[in-house]
Each structure stands twice: as C-alpha cells, then as structure tokens.
C-alpha cells in the first residue's frame, strides 16, 4: 500500500465515521510537539550563541582599538572604527540577501550597528580642530537614522528597526540640545523631561504597532523602555510639586489600564513599580512627621502589600488570560 492509498483510506475512514479525527491529530501531536520543542531549543540556543557571540567581537574590537589608537593616526583610527562598522554592516546586508532565512545577517548588522554611531563621532573628532558645533553632531546622528531607515526598508529586519530607532531616538535629543543652546533656555530639564514622556509614549505606540508584524520582537523592549521613559520623566517632576504630585497618579494608573488592553505584564510591572515609588514618596513627604515614621513604614507596608495584590490580580484576569 503506498502512501497516497494509505492517506485515502484514512480519508475515507474519518468520512464514514470509523475513525475521528481528532483521533488522528491525537496520535501524531505528541511526536509533532517534541520535534517543534526540539527546534525551538536549538533556535534559542543558536541565537544566544549568536548574541553571545557578537557582543564579544565588540567588545574585542574595543580593546584592541584601544591599544593601538595612539600608533594608528587618524586614518587608522576612522577605519578601524567607521570604516569597520560599515564593512560589517555591508557584510551583513549580503548575507541576508543570499540567506534571508538564517540570522547570521541579523548578527553582521548587529556588530555594524553598536560600531557605525561611535565611528562617526570619532570621524566628526578627527575632522575637527576643536569642539563640533551641537547642529554639527544633530545632523550626523540623522544622517545615520536615515542610512538605517533605508537599510531596513530593504531588508526589513527588527535588528535593522531597533538601530534606526534609537539613532532616532538620538537625533531628536540632539536636535533638541543643539535648539536650546541655541535659545540658551533656562528650561533645559523640564524640556528634556517633557520630551522623554513623549518619547516613552511614542516607543508604547511603536510596540502595539509592532506586535502582529516582523518587528513583533522588538515589543517587548519598546514597552520596557516605553513605560520607563513616560513613567520615570513623569516622576521627575513630583518633586515640590503639588499639581504633579495629583497628576501623576492619574498616568500611573493610565499605564496600569493600557497594560491591560496591550497584555503587557512588562507595562504592568513597570507601573507597579513607579506607583510604590510614588506612593512612598508622598508618605515621606506628607505623613512621615505627623504620624511618626514606624507608623508610616507600617501604612506603606500594607499599600505595597496592596498594590502587589492588585497587579498579581489584574495580570491573572486581564493579561495571562
């Protein structure tokens, strides 16, 4: 009996009704779920490896440019640190065309990626007869964005997203300083703070829009460094602040509801956190002198006791579910 015929007559057995199948699918899952827990392992074990791997090529590049830096001169210095970077990343975009399938192209544009934005201020150091100019290292950091938002377009990798995201990110620091040296604000901080919530905010957005795509990786890591940004500039600015001090409830308490409609115990830990944060503060600085400090310590040991009941709670209901 060949194949196809043994196929046919399993067909035909569901059909009449002899054999389910569920039957069927019951008998081979077993087999089918070790061998896909068997290449799931190996996945993660080849990309820690690669991980592994990569952040100690960059690290070894870092030492051994460090001791030869002062026999190389400038030439040497910009292509052992740009010049390689690009090298590595142009590495890495051939071998995700000739291998799309594999991560080893993932890892070349990893290493490219932690060396390509120091090379370029060691270019900007060697070009230069004294101190750039804030615009002069602002446009560098968006000519670099730029390189890494075309190179993703083309090969549409989240290694590729997660550099054009934080060169970014970097840009709009640095156009931001370079503004306000400018303008010589006596606003600095409280700009930069308004800006990280925004930014926060913003990496939230990128990490919803994320999840069903090919950037789904990267969501995790935007909703940690999301929540931190817009939770922890926020808090910077409760301190001999009353209205703050009010307010910043209400966006903690936001950010405990958007981990629920994002299913984000990332989100929702983070939240957490910054609310027992909060919440000790305001007994230090309110209730610390009036009820005694042991009372107080015993007050903030119930609301802790409190929040970390209400999260297990929401996580059970709303997040693992």
């Excluded at 081979?28 to 827990?37: D, T, V, Y």
């Excluded at 990786?217 to 500039?233: D, E, K, P, Q």
């Excluded at 981990?259 to 909060?278: E, N």
């Amino acid at each position: 009996m060949t194949k196809e015929d043994l196929l046919r007559e399993i067909e035909a057995k569901i059909a009449s009704g002899e054999m389910r199948r569920e039957d069927v699918m019951a008998r081979f899952a077993p087999q089918n779920a070790s061998m896909e827990e068997g290449n799931a392992r190996h996945f993660s074990v080849t990309k820690m490896l690669y991980v592994v791997g990569a952040a100690i090529i960059v690290v070894g590049i870092v030492i051994f440019v460090s001791q030869i830096w002062d026999d190389i001169g400038p030439f040497g210095r910009v292509s052992v640190t740009l010049g390689l970077g690009l090298l590595i990343t142009a590495l890495g975009s051939m071998l995700r065309k000739e291998r799309p399938q594999e991560t080893i192209g993932h890892v070349f544009h990893a290493i490219g990626g932690a060396l390509v934005p120091g090379g370029a201020l060691v270019t900007l150091s060697e070009l230069s007869t004294g101190d750039n100019h804030p615009w002069v290292i602002a446009l560098t950091f968006i000519v670099i964005f730029t390189f890494y938002l075309a190179l993703n377009a083309i090969h549409k990798s989240p290694v590729l997203s997660l550099f054009a995201i934080a060169n970014g990110t970097a840009s709009i620091y640095l156009v931001t300083n370079a503004i306000l040296a400018d303008t010589r604000s006596s606003d600095y901080w409280d700009i930069f703070a308004y800006l990280t919530m925004a930014i926060g905010a913003s990496y939230l957005s990128l990490g919803h829009a994320f999840r069903d795509g090919w950037n789904r990786g990267l969501t995790g890591i935007l909703y940690f460094f999301g929540s931190v940004g817009l939770l922890g500039a926020a808090f910077s600015r409760v301190f001999d602040s009353t209205g703050w001090q009010i307010l910043y409830f209400a966006i903690v308490f936001a950010c405990l509801y958007l981990a629920t409609l994002l299913k984000s115990k990332t989100v929702l830990i983070i939240s957490t956190l910054f609310l027992v944060a909060h919440v000790s503060y305001i007994t230090s600085e309110y209730f610390a002198d009036s009820l005694g400090w042991p009372i107080s310590l015993v007050i903030l040991g119930f609301v802790f006791i409190g929040l970390g009941y209400a999260s297990l709670a929401i996580n059970r209901k709303y997040i693992a579910s």
